[in-house]
């Protein structure tokens, strides 16, 4: 019997997503900023960890135009506060805040 709860709870981890959390992280151009180049064309990215990760779930537009040259994720890397998860090789993001400095 033991050893049933112990292979129906191993079943469990081993099916279980990875849960998101929120935490402070670099925004900016992935291509421009983080030197990504696994995709053309400007796009949100984070860095986490020293790791940068193209991002789902916003646009590099939804926080202002990216070229503007003070707050544009093209010119400038800012504080983002996200909540997410890393999933291959990028963030899958549920909310994404800036945080101005």
Not at 5 to 34: D, H, M, R, W, Y
Not at 85 to 101: L, P, T, W
């Amino acid at each position: 019997m033991k050893k049933l709860i112990f292979i129906f709870f191993l079943g469990i981890l081993a099916c279980a997503n990875p849960k998101e959390k929120t935490q402070l992280v670099e925004a900016s151009c992935g291509q421009c900023k983080f030197g990504l180049d696994s995709q053309n064309g400007c796009d949100l990215a984070v860095k986490i960890d020293g790791n940068a990760y193209f991002v789902d779930g916003a646009k590099i537009d939804d926080f202002g135009d990216a070229h503007d040259e003070n707050i544009g994720f093209c010119n400038v890397v800012r504080k983002a506060e996200v909540t997410g998860k890393i999933e291959g090789n990028r963030f899958k993001a549920s909310s994404f805040k800036i945080v101005e400095e």
